[in-house]
């Protein structure tokens, strides 16, 4: 089965393509879509674990490689033949990876939004992994309200303030715990291959976004190579899910990348 998708806007327009982030839904994207739907076929897709694709259980070993199987058979059941991939967070890394391993001469344009490039240091992944199984753990045996407090609690949602993180919060409690910790271990960072070397060659134009207030993804654009079909894009005043917090200066910022 292809995972779960939604269309809007016409078919005879470009096609974007949009990847949630991890705890999200493709319902994420939809203050963006309205200001795009009118100029563009948007496409979003549910992730394993996620959504409506809650059920989709990927291999441990595999799930990078599991993720674009299914999002090829999503977009070739939507009968899709050019499209811009547009993914945030963990939607961003099985997005970026995407690009890297398959070779999809219908992808035009790459859209990054706040997502790690890959770790190329053996002890970083080692870390990394106890980091993701520990929080996989929590979600698995713990009541999701619990894990969600303690997920917005890491420095990374620091711009965000006690009322806000109440509202994702309650956004985000219809999610599955044992679901998520599959997709967590699954995609974890440490599975990720490090993109480095797929920049440095690739001709296939790149856009990375962020957010003023991320320092940890400001570290991560400074790593990108300075080529000509690489742009990186600040947000300013912005934190870590730009898309979110400024979705008209978003889609704006996508209506750019056509011109």
């Not at 997709?183 to 797929?198: E, I, V």
Request: glycine share 6%.
């Amino acid at each position: 089965m292809p995972l779960y998708s939604e269309q809007q806007g016409s078919t005879s327009h470009p096609t974007l393509v949009f990847l949630h982030g991890f705890l999200g839904n493709r319902n994420d994207w939809q203050s963006t879509i309205e200001a795009l739907k009118d100029d563009y076929h948007c496409v979003t897709i549910d992730l394993p674990g996620h959504g409506r694709s809650a059920g989709c259980v990927i291999s441990l070993e595999d799930g990078f490689e599991n993720c674009h199987q299914l999002i090829q058979f999503t977009l070739a059941s939507l009968n899709i033949h050019s499209f811009t991939l547009i993914g945030y967070s963990l939607g961003g890394r099985i997005a970026l990876d995407y690009a890297r391993t398959q070779q999809d001469q219908r992808l035009q344009h790459l859209v990054l939004e706040s997502c790690h490039l890959g770790l190329d240091n053996e002890q970083e992944k080692t870390q990394r992994r106890q980091f993701d199984l520990d929080w996989a753990t929590h979600f698995a045996t713990n009541a999701i309200d619990e894990s969600l407090m303690q997920w917005y609690s890491q420095p990374i949602f620091d711009d965000l303030n006690d009322i806000q993180k109440q509202f994702i919060i309650e956004k985000r409690s219809h999610n599955y715990g044992v679901f998520l910790a599959n997709m967590l271990l699954s995609t974890s960072l440490a599975n990720q291959q490090c993109a480095s070397h797929f920049l440095e060659k690739t001709d296939l134009p790149i856009t990375y976004l962020y957010g003023e207030k991320d320092t940890k993804f400001a570290q991560v654009a400074s790593l990108f190579p300075t080529l000509n079909n690489i742009k990186i894009r600040c947000f300013n005043g912005l934190g870590h899910n730009t898309h979110q917090q400024d979705p008209i200066n978003y889609a704006n910022t996508i209506k750019q990348l056509s011109n």
